[in-house]
DNA sequence: TTGTAGGCGTTATCAA
DNA sequence: TTGATAACGCCTACAA
């Protein structure tokens, strides 16, 4: 640094005051402080353009004013809007957010989360890869306020904020079933220990128990969303199984843009052909004709929530963990709706 | 904390040696130091669990570890692939990134450059809102590493990486015009002070001159993305206005999205009734039936270059500011490929 | 090969 | 109403 920031010392001596008065006024503490003083620190401040050193402040009072937010993908609209909800309100609050990617790699998740609390972060907002389960614990056990976003625990033993998703799968699937599609696809990638994928998979099976009366593994398709060539082979093989109206359920965003890609490779024709649903409206689902039935989440209130939890445990770490679950939105469109009778 | 950590002198007093020797251990610093003291402490580390508090780290050393980043609006997918690939690198080096995002917002964009450098990052990577460069150049010249990414300062005055617009929007036209469409209406937001619109406007405007020659400012449209139904009917008085095949470019993501989506509420055909193109391939392009043709960005890349850059500059500010263009790829769907002849 | 001591910029506890 | 002074956890001359 060319200029050399001032520091506490130098408004002190300028101010002709100790540096105690200073941090006081720094800290709002100007019960017993004469309105002369005040002033005159406020003055020599501006003039310095002086600002405290959050690493010093930080190591004094363990407050580094950081709070850790990991996601899975950043990449993705779900997990960019979710940290933007995540953002904007511990802005407001005198938060800043660190943010790290794990690529939904567990190890990289360790890492990211032991170097964030090397830099002192006050709390941690986690969408879990779901293989770090123990290690959260320890840290909660170490005191450290976690809340866990949109994936929760198997165990729920952290405050966790999601969304409906057992209950949109289920609505949709029966959507589906009132709409006369006489079987479902469920396009989902490997459920690793991804627990919204898994409770999107057991809702569907038990949707087609219940409305079908058969077992829905049959109709489970696992796919490599980049790999649009062979899920177009495996909704072909799914499409010449039986006669009748056939539908699909993408398990997510990714899944569903593959979903609809491979769909154009076959020249398929939604909803006739192959009624179209799935997870995540992510603004083109609308342009696609007929356009895509979706489910829309509130990622952007996920992280909203996710961070109001988050400062309330800074403040008090003691309340028992809380499952917050927002309502997402079935928007139906022409993908999924059969006009003939 | 329930557990506290432990420091650097409990390390020490456990390994019977001095918080010296623990502190060249931590830096790698083993050139005198015996094997069996080595041996020692690591097992001590290992045992404790610690780690060294970077907080302490930082303010002793200067080296917080920590690299800012400011984005307009994290929600689009330019802006959170470009925070990909900064974080991508940053971590493989060591730093941390802390994001920010100013919605575009002059005034947050001070706000949150003036809190990250309170938390001491020893760079910072921004995409400029435009309004705020004397700021930035008083930054500079404090000596704070500082690297522009996407939309460069009219004067270049700062490290800067973005990608080739003025080429790209000059091909694209170029391509519209030997497909023989004899208008193309450029539609965008409020160009406000964003320097990349700038130049694709700019460059739009030569490009009618020395193809169409006319002036192009007739066919320019300044829209509110949010409000599909104006754009509508601005792309309905753009057709009526003369005969003949007509085109339309729009100047980023979320533009074209409303264009499209403004399209289909006019039920217009593509290509025929209008030729469609515009920045941004952000996934669905190619779902969109003709197929939307795109000039596809490298947005990953710019963050790493930008990271990279930033992370020389930490090492050595001296060099002059140096602008990286790097090239964006033009992906022609059937949007713009008359077929006619 | 290792240790002593002082300081980084704050905050907090006393005492004045 | 204000000020000395001692931490916070680490790094680094300098000394041994």
Same mark, same amino acid.
């Not at 720094?26 to 310095?48: C, H, P, Q, W, Y």
């Not at 779900?78 to 943010?99: A, E, M, N, P």
């Not at 405050?159 to 609505?171: G, P």
């Not at 192959?274 to 997870?279: A, E, K, N, S």
């Given at each position: 640094? #060319?200029?050399?920031?001032?520091?506490?010392?130098?408004?002190?001596?300028?101010?002709?005051?100790?540096?105690?008065?200073?941090?006081?006024?720094?800290?709002?503490?100007?019960?017993?402080?004469?309105?002369?003083?005040?002033? @005159?620190?406020?003055?020599?401040? =501006?003039?310095? !353009?002086? @600002? /405290?050193?959050?690493?010093?402040?930080?190591?004094?009072?363990?407050?580094?004013?950081?709070?850790?937010?990991?996601?899975?993908?950043?990449g993705s609209?779900?997990?960019?809007?979710?940290?933007?909800?995540?953002?904007? $309100?511990?802005?407001?609050?005198?938060?800043?957010?660190?943010?790290?990617? $794990?690529?939904? !790699?567990?190890?990289? =998740?360790?890492?990211?989360?032991?170097?964030?609390?090397?830099?002192?972060?006050?709390?941690? +907002?986690?969408n879990?890869?779901?293989?770090?389960?123990?290690?959260?614990?320890?840290?909660?056990?170490?005191?450290?306020?976690?809340v866990?976003?949109? @994936? /929760?625990?198997?165990?729920?033993? %952290?405050?966790?904020? $999601?969304?409906?998703? #057992?209950?949109m799968?289920? @609505?949709?699937?029966?959507?589906?079933y009132?709409?006369?599609?006489?079987?479902?696809?469920? +396009?989902?990638?490997?459920?690793?220990?991804?627990?919204?994928?898994?409770?999107?998979?057991?809702?569907?099976?038990?949707?087609?128990?219940?409305?079908y009366?058969?077992?829905?593994?049959?109709?489970?398709?696992?796919i490599?969303p *980049?790999?649009?060539?062979?899920?177009?082979?495996?909704l072909? #093989?799914?499409?010449?199984?039986?006669?009748?109206?056939?539908?699909?359920?993408?398990?997510n965003?990714?899944?569903? %843009?593959?979903?609809?890609?491979?769909?154009?490779?076959l020249?398929?024709?939604?909803?006739?052909?192959?009624?179209?649903?799935?997870?995540?409206?992510?603004?083109?689902?609308?342009?696609?004709?007929?356009? +895509? $039935?979706?489910?829309?989440?509130?990622?952007?209130?996920?992280?909203?929530? *996710?961070?109001?939890?988050?400062i309330?445990?800074?403040?008090?770490?003691?309340?028992?963990?809380?499952?917050?679950?927002?309502?997402? =939105?079935?928007?139906?469109?022409?993908?999924?709706?059969?006009?003939?009778?």
């Amino acid at each position: 640094m #060319a200029t050399d920031k001032p520091t506490i010392d130098k408004v002190a001596s300028l101010a002709k005051v100790s540096k105690t008065t200073i941090s006081r006024y720094l800290n709002g503490r100007f019960e017993f402080m004469s309105d002369e003083t005040r002033k @005159r620190i406020r003055a020599v401040i =501006e003039e310095l !353009d002086y @600002r /405290p050193n959050n690493l010093a402040r930080g190591l004094k009072s363990n407050r580094s004013g950081l709070i850790g937010v990991l996601v899975a993908d950043i990449g993705s609209p779900f997990s960019s809007i979710l940290v933007k909800g995540v953002g904007d $309100t511990c802005k407001d609050r005198g938060y800043q957010t660190i943010i790290a990617n $794990t690529d939904n !790699d567990p190890q990289k =998740e360790r890492e990211y989360i032991r170097s964030l609390i090397d830099n002192r972060v006050e709390g941690l +907002i986690v969408n879990i890869t779901g293989q770090n389960d123990d290690f959260l614990l320890e840290l909660k056990d170490e005191g450290i306020p976690i809340v866990v976003a949109d @994936r /929760p625990m198997e165990t729920l033993s %952290l405050d966790t904020v $999601t969304s409906n998703n #057992a209950e949109m799968t289920y @609505r949709t699937i029966r959507h589906l079933y009132e709409q006369g599609f006489e079987r479902v696809a469920f +396009i989902t990638q490997q459920i690793s220990q991804v627990r919204t994928r898994y409770v999107r998979h057991q809702t569907f099976l038990k949707a087609c128990r219940e409305l079908y009366g058969v077992d829905g593994e049959k109709w489970v398709y696992f796919i490599d969303p *980049s790999d649009v060539g062979s899920l177009a082979q495996e909704l072909q #093989a799914f499409l010449e199984m039986e006669d009748g109206p056939a539908a699909a359920f993408a398990v997510n965003g990714v899944t569903l %843009l593959s979903l609809v890609k491979a769909i154009r490779e076959l020249d398929l024709v939604m909803p006739d052909d192959l009624g179209v649903t799935g997870y995540d409206d992510w603004g083109w689902a609308s342009l696609i004709p007929p356009g +895509i $039935t979706t489910i829309s989440q509130p990622s952007y209130n996920v992280g909203v929530q *996710s961070a109001l939890r988050l400062i309330q445990r800074i403040k008090d770490n003691r309340p028992k963990p809380k499952l917050i679950e927002l309502p997402s =939105e079935l928007i139906v469109r022409g993908s999924s709706v059969r006009n003939v009778k």
